[in-house]
């Protein structure tokens, strides 16, 4: 079931109609009643002031005008301020006027009209450009077009293995450094899975712990920045990276961010709120702006792919080479679509027919079940399973002087002899995360370098994230491994 594709979002800004409507009411109320009653019993003094076209007309438009401009907070304390400002000054112009004479009701009106046009000019422009910023105690999700402040969002909450549910939470707030992005599209992969079945190894090392909100591989829209933030980054679509490092250690000075000790990882470790959420904060460095080329389906898979570009450039494979990829997921065919379009021999060990017959309709026809896997020379071999025995697989298959990639991870320790890792001199690489390789693999992506469409299987609502962690496919969905949930709401 795929939902229907909202039109784009920063496109239409809307007020939502509340204060501001109220503030306009009130002010069209106070100039009727303040006309009739001069009409009544003060025709002389005021008529000819309402009546003059400038004042009578242009004031009440100005301050409507102003009053009218989309708040960027509707109902926050500054919008209401500045609505009220410009209320005062029209009102006070008219009771200055009724209520005075001579030269104090001259310079009183001089005063307030001065006040008046700085008020309707400043009014709309600060209200654009805080609108533009974004910034703030601001949060925003869209809504078939529309953008509107909440305070509260809809997210997915993992309570404990297999309790998970949508609640309405508080929407986050971006803190110094952070934007805050309303989410397109977010990824489900296995490690979702195993926090949701509660054995996902952070869960028992104490990196993790429920509750916890999951969703780490995502692409959105920044709607707002918090402070030390640069505000071009408002209305950019962008994916970000999951590996938040300390930013200060020997590693991370290094460059290796996603090997922190102290690092979060975005709804994974250390308590960072996940992408399966309407709204997510997250630092503004960690993100990665994505062209229009790259939409919101292949922005979701800038995650998963920049492990498997990582995985295909260890296994170091051009024309000429032939590598053995094991474990047709997300990750493994991602690794061989990347291989492939390097120029090399792929072929693709499984063990489900299904993942195996999916494979073939890439293209990739040399796809074995491991009974079946012919005894050729494999310059590299990627291991993208979680099956214990095939890192020692991998080693036995590989050719002298080849390349050993691991990438998928089992439930226990997998045991390989390291003798025959120097006898046959062979690198074995491990891989993490995508980080290192993330914009590498938008620009992969941007330019069509590979084409992992057909991989996402299905993109539902945020409703039936539970489901589709239990393992469920959704009605109607492809053959390809992965599923897609969009958070946003249904528009209407
Ligand atoms: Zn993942
Ligand atoms: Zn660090």
Known sequence: MTQPEPTSPWSATTN??????????LLVCAVLIINSFAEATLPNLVQDELRHPLLGA?????????MGTP????????GLFLNATTLGLLLGYFVVDLGLNGRVRRRGKWLLLVGILLTTVFLPTGKLILLRQGSGPASYTHDGGVIQRLTTMRAFVLDGPGLGAVREVPAPEPAPGEALVAVERVGVCGTDAELFSGHMAYLHQGHASFPLRPGHEWCGRVTGVGPGVDPAWVGRRVMGDTMLGCGTCHRCRRGRQHVCERRTEVGVRGGRHGALAELIAVPAGSLHALPDTVDPLLGALVEPAGNALRAARAADAGPDDRVLVAGPGTIGLLTALFLRAGGAEVHLVGVTAASLAFARSLGFDRTWEPATLPALAFDAVVDATNAADLPALALDRVEPGGRVVLIGLAGQPSGIDTRTLAFKDVTAVGILSASPALADTVRALADGVIDPRPLVAATVGLDQTAAVLRGERPAGAGPGPKIHIDPRRAPG
């Open 71 to 78: 708040s960027p907070r509707p109902g926050d304390p500054l």
């Open 16 to 25: 939502t109609p509340g204060w501001d409507a109220l503030f306009l009411a």
């Open 58 to 66: 242009l004031l009440p438009a100005l301050g409507a005008a102003a």
